[in-house]
């Protein structure tokens, strides 16, 4: 089904690499998450971005980089500086970007992609 | 920032049993909270969620209770069935930050046929 894309399905990468994680969305959704997925860490949040050309920090920002340059976009650069990289990434958008708004946020995510470092 | 604790973190039943997963939430002013299924190899996906004033919602087999006073909240699935074997994640949306969602570690659901 369509609406949030992300590739590769499954990365691998030698250690000191940058790696970029593409995610895309057709949902003219305002806003966009990335989250880790870690065994019995549940989602923990990377980056965020509400609109185009703004972006926070989640939870564990350190060693990843994001940018919004266009609405339907949010790429993650995965960066040698990341200690322990090797996680499943879930890219997410939602149409609202205001908690006092009238939609739900809910959460649509991608299909995800395996990063493995060796 | 919101800090959501979810318990258990596995849960076995038998087939035909209620499986019942509990959130707390220590935000007061957190005003949704979602529940997401993620069956093994896919993605999270909403499943029920309930606002800050409703006490409760039903959908069919799956309902979810909130006690605001307590802050907590609790997953409550009836005649389970294999194919709700899955992982269960519950969050909450903090009052004092735009947007985001904080998430509860998960809890594995094993239905025994």
């Known amino acids: 089904d369509g609406g949030i894309t992300q590739s590769p399905k499954y990365l691998f990468r030698k250690e000191g690499q940058n790696v970029t994680l593409s995610c895309e969305q057709n949902?003219?959704?305002?806003?966009m998450y990335w989250y880790r997925q870690d065994p019995g860490q549940g989602l923990r949040l990377i980056y965020y971005?509400?609109?185009?050309?703004?972006?926070q920090k989640g939870d564990i920002a350190e060693g990843y980089s994001v940018s919004r340059e266009k609405k339907e976009s949010f790429p993650l650069t995965v960066t040698s500086a990341q200690k322990n990289p090797t996680a499943f990434y879930l890219c997410?958008?939602?149409?609202?970007?205001?908690?006092?708004?009238?939609?739900?946020?809910?959460?649509?995510f991608g299909e995800g992609s395996r990063l493995t470092v060796l | 920032g919101e800090n959501v604790e979810q318990h258990p973190s596995t849960l076995s039943v038998q087939e035909g049993d209620s499986a019942v997963i509990k959130c707390t939430y220590s935000?007061?002013?957190?005003?949704?909270f979602p529940w997401y299924k993620q069956e093994l190899g896919k993605r999270p996906q909403l499943i029920i969620d309930?606002?800050?004033?409703?006490g409760e919602k039903k959908d069919q087999r799956i309902a979810v209770t909130l006690n605001k006073t307590a802050k907590h909240f609790s997953l409550h699935i009836t005649e389970t069935q294999p194919e709700d074997s899955a992982v269960y994640f519950c969050?909450?949306?903090?009052?004092?930050?735009?947007?985001?969602?904080?998430f509860g570690r998960g809890t594995q659901l094993t239905v025994w046929p």
């Open positions: 969050a909450a949306r903090g009052g004092s930050t735009l947007g985001r969602l904080y």
């Open positions: 971005s509400q609109i185009v050309n703004d972006f």
């Open positions: 309930i606002r800050s004033n409703v």
């Open positions: 997410a958008s939602s149409r609202d970007r205001l908690a006092g708004g009238t939609n739900t946020g809910e959460l649509f």
């Open positions: 935000d007061s002013a957190s005003n949704y």
């Open positions: 949902l003219n959704h305002d806003a």
